[in-house]
DNA sequence: CTGAAAGCGCTAACAC
DNA sequence: GTGTTAGCGCTTTCAG
């Protein structure tokens, strides 16, 4: 492996401003500094980040944790995350918080806290105020990304506003019976996501004058497959069934498009149905959707990160900047059948 | 920030001995184990990977490239890897090539390098002989998952023998005019697994005496939508068309399934519809396939990684294991229309 | 089985 | 603008 003190040496410098023309920090005259990356470029030398870590302090790596990796939001929120963290020449430590408890406190506790990074990421996580504070007191920057986590930046869209888009175009359309497909209680204990969701969904519906009904809620498990048995319970019924169907998202929305379906409904004849997120799949679906921005989040948390990491950096000023969000008319939605 | 010699001072022995209790490297008395690990917890003491790493050159990381997030074999691979190496004590680095070359030399030049990680999983991604000798002259192990690198320790399910299963399932329920969905070229390039996989489709018909006929082929990009489009031409022809499909992914096979229904064929009755992965909503769309595990993969090859960073750890030996795979019958496949 | 001490490779004062 | 030098916090010989 070849050392800083060998650039220095080819270089004709010392190993004090290889440092500082590799690093940036510091002010080298120009013929050095190409003299420097030369000699480096030469010889194959890379940083030892361990050893400038040590040093310095820093470790250019910053830690994202997570609790899914195979659902759209998560993994467009971490690409969204990873790129930019390359970016700025940023690794990126990922901890999947999939199972229980056991787990994720050893991450905590074992993880995160090895110094290993710079910053960390919580996606959908809400951390106790013990984890916050510990984090706190080693420096390490810290911003939420669609998880309410107490007294600290965190990035969400405002859920109740996007359900409230959502069903106040149904109600555009003429719709009255709307039903909606929320999340079920396990969803809300780590993001109250389905609980804002419902709550903007109940208030739209009675701004219009319509009185919400429980018969016109299932909860499902923000998949497919949930939102296909939700939507069955919703559209099975003999009476009133519903002409309209606001999912939590647009998997669950998918689900209720191939539920109608197999229950001979045409959409958006008989049923519109509507999600939230903007899904790959939601333009292949012909999914009306309010869309969210989930890769922008993902590099706006890191934007938000390098501007506490890297003061002076040109970074944009994200302080007051509201998460987008847009409604997206495609082909689900219609005005109700006569 | 609590350091070693704090925790050696509290538990009455030296740091040498802090550090051979808590690393279980060196032999140390039950009775100063005991000692130091609850003078460690005490202290909330974690040792700093920087300064470990930097002394004894391990740094208890790995690195993961990857080239895409959100797709499920991909995210399956990343799961099943990162939990068995937090199950090692292991920190996984992500680096996710999605781009470019560009993009892609700068990491292996910049990041993997920097002497972060003891070794490096790739996945689904050919390195070139100079990026594996790189590595190899650092002495950082690697390992493949699902592509070819020459010289490399790789794993990958035998793509041939398990579309010649597909495929003869379809022939043993009487089809002969079967297609195939396969990989477009882009996609060839970096893992050979779509021109494997139509070769054993291919192999199968002709040990069944079926011509393989070029208009039975309908190139496609692995997602959903792909696999509709490509669905669409092969059963929109008017004369001879095949009553069954064999699609080289699951989300390909999914995208037939609805341009089928689509078409108004029902499904098995006029069309036969077969895939590969498993993925988890094959269960929901009744989806016959073959089953790879992809998380399996990713546990699989951190595994390997273990054996040659910590030898003599229990670790199985995997070095015969053929990677496995399985046919699932579900409800999409059935004998062809009379 | 344990302690003393010499680094690991780099960065950051501090001088010049 | 550049060099000298003292650590960063741990691991690991080498003695004992």
Redesign the pocket.
């Given at each position: 492996?070849?050392?800083?003190?060998?650039?220095?040496k080819l270089a004709?410098?010392?190993?004090?401003?290889?440092?500082?023309?590799?690093?940036g920090?510091?002010?080298?005259?120009?013929?050095?500094?190409a003299k420097v990356e030369d000699a480096a470029a030469r010889l194959g030398?890379?940083?030892?980040?361990?050893?400038?870590?040590?040093?310095?302090?820093?470790t250019r790596n910053v830690g994202v944790v997570i609790p899914f990796l195979n659902r759209w939001y998560f993994s467009s929120v971490l690409e969204g995350a990873q790129q930019a963290l390359l970016r700025n020449g940023y690794d990126l430590t990922l901890y999947n918080l999939a199972g229980d408890g056991r787990e994720r406190s050893s991450v905590f506790e074992h993880f995160l806290l090895r110094?290993r990074v710079d910053a960390v990421v919580a996606v959908s996580l809400e951390l106790t105020e013990h984890e916050v504070q510990r984090l706190h007191d080693l420096g390490k920057p810290l911003v939420g990304v669609g998880g309410p986590i107490p007294g600290v930046r965190t990035l969400t869209i405002d859920d109740v506003a996007v359900a409230r888009l959502a069903t106040e175009h149904l109600l555009a359309l003429g719709h009255r019976r709307i039903a909606h497909i929320g999340g079920d209680l396990e969803f809300d204990l780590d993001f109250h996501l389905p609980t804002n969701r419902r709550l903007g969904y109940e208030a739209a519906l009675r701004d219009a004058g319509v009185d919400p009904e429980p018969r016109m809620f299932a909860p499902a498990d923000f998949t497919i497959a949930g939102g296909y048995q939700a939507a069955k319970q919703l559209l099975g019924v003999p009476h009133a069934r519903p002409t309209a169907i606001f999912a939590a998202s647009d998997e669950m929305a998918m689900g209720s498009i191939l539920a109608a379906r197999d229950l001979g409904m045409v959409m958006p004849r008989d049923v519109s149905i509507i999600g939230i997120d903007d899904h790959d799949l939601a333009e292949f679906f012909g999914l009306s959707t309010v869309a969210q921005f989930p890769r922008g989040q993902g590099e706006h948390a890191v934007e938000i990160l390098m501007e506490q990491l890297e003061p002076g950096t040109d970074a944009a000023q994200p302080a007051a900047t509201p998460l987008p969000f847009e409604l997206r008319v495609r082909s689900s939605t219609a005005v109700p059948p006569a």
């Open positions: 492996m070849v050392g800083i003190d060998e650039v220095a004709g410098v010392s190993t004090a401003t290889v440092s500082r023309a590799l690093s920090r510091g002010h080298v005259s120009p013929a050095s500094k030398y890379v940083v030892s980040s361990n050893a400038s870590g040590l040093a310095s302090g820093r110094q």
